[in-house]
């Protein structure tokens, strides 16, 4: 359980049964609501195996902000760290295998891990990666068209084309399900025209 966890922090070896403890294992059956947005976050997720999408509604429109597959932890970050609402609903889109942990424990955890500097460095470049991805995201809705944006999620993350619905991955680049058909028709034709 959580070996990407260990290989992430080594340095806690020692610690690592006494933190597994904390995490309690569900399996979810797709299209769970994890999270409501508006709702206090009380719980960090991660995700053994599987897909959470996160989401937020906007006027009756339901538009994507991320997924997270396997070896990703997630919360509505803002929610479980200043116990306000969450911007964002979390839901699986695939049967899932998750392990969640209460946010005591987590901020126990988290006590520990502030007195070893070299944990406290990682755990910054962790946080500051999610960051420029949503910075990233964010600004392709400015530089980049439909269809580059499309492209670029091609390119760096194939996974998310192959298992997520299609009207999700729309939801995600800010178009319709229809303009996504025809982009991925263009990138598919002007692929085979090569």
Avoid at 27 to 43: C, F, H, M, Y
Wanted: proline residues 4%; contains cysteine; aromatic residues 10%.
């Amino acid at each position: 359980m959580l070996q990407l966890l260990r290989n992430s922090f080594p340095q806690l070896n020692a610690q690592w049964d006494k933190y597994e403890s904390l995490y309690h294992r569900v399996e979810v059956p797709a299209k769970t609501v994890l999270l409501q947005e508006g709702d206090l976050s009380k719980k960090a997720w991660y995700v053994e195996q599987g897909c959470i999408r996160a989401w937020f509604n906007s006027k009756g429109k339901d538009l994507t902000l991320q997924f997270f597959l396997e070896g990703s932890g997630v919360t509505s970050i803002e929610s479980f760290r200043r116990n306000v609402p969450s911007i964002c609903t979390l839901e699986t889109i695939e049967p899932s295998i998750l392990y969640w942990i209460a946010k005591k424990e987590w901020e126990h955890i988290m006590a520990d891990l502030d007195e070893i500097p070299e944990t406290r460095r990682k755990l910054h470049e962790i946080t500051l990666d999610r960051q420029l991805n949503y910075m990233r995201h964010f600004m392709s809705f400015i530089r980049d068209t439909p269809k580059e944006r499309y492209l670029n999620l091609l390119k760096e993350r194939p996974e998310i084309i192959k298992r997520v619905p299609q009207h999700y991955i729309a939801s995600y680049l800010g178009i319709t399900s229809v303009s996504l058909s025809r982009i991925r028709s263009a990138v598919s034709k002007q692929h085979n025209d090569r």
